[in-house]
């Protein structure tokens, strides 16, 4: 599978700059895992998540299979309700399947750059968000599996459709800020509680 490529990141650049980044992001997510309370599921349906409905999106009141989708969002014709964090996930996760990080990354982001262009938004665009979750999402596709399909790796992998996820490793005013929404920016050290060491 082109998304557990361990030579992805490395392909997507190969300067120390690239090298740094993606050692930051992989050992900082590592250390989310390895800490991270195994009831993850339990505690995402008690703030109300409800996985198998984030699994599914719907085109004229239909639920859209995984290339329906991708063609409709393609082509600007999903409903801007349908295409939420969750839709998000989904795109990055068929991207992967179908292509290594640097290809699935360029997907994502045409597509959301075209499709909040043609809702009259293109400010919407994030880059330091797009990127993370691309690479979290293909790391939980290499330790954890494909799920089998959109359906099953949703249900496998519940936190990848918390918005707030991104918090774990970066503050809200890094976030927040102009430069991490034109490029993509390292968590800091010791963001939104990280601990490091010293």
Not at 70 to 92: D, I, K, T
Not at 122 to 143: G, K, S
Request: charged share 25%; aromatic share 8%.
């Amino acid at each position: 599978m082109a998304a557990c490529d361990n030579s992805a990141l490395s392909e997507y650049g190969s300067t120390k700059a690239h090298a740094v980044l993606a050692n930051s992001i992989g050992t900082k997510i590592l250390w989310y895992h390895t800490h991270a309370d195994m009831g993850k599921i339990s505690e995402l349906k008690g703030i109300g998540l409800d996985v198998d409905a984030c699994a599914r999106h719907q085109l004229n009141g239909d639920v859209v299979n995984d290339e329906d989708f991708l063609r409709a969002l393609e082509s600007c014709e999903l409903p801007e309700q349908e295409f939420g964090h969750a839709a998000h996930v989904r795109a990055a996760y068929l991207y992967l399947r179908e292509g290594d990080f640097a290809a699935a990354l360029e997907r994502i982001r045409r597509s959301i750059r075209t499709y909040a262009a043609h809702l009259g938004k293109p400010d919407r665009y994030h880059e330091t968000i797009t990127v993370a979750y691309v690479a979290l999402i293909q790391q939980h596709m290499c330790e954890r599996g494909d799920g089998g399909g959109w359906a099953g790796f949703a249900r496998e992998n519940p936190e990848l459709l918390n918005k707030s996820l991104l918090q774990k490793f970066y503050s809200a005013e890094q976030l927040n800020s102009d430069t991490a929404r034109k490029i993509f920016v390292l968590p800091r050290a010791g963001s939104a509680g990280m601990n490091t060491c010293a």
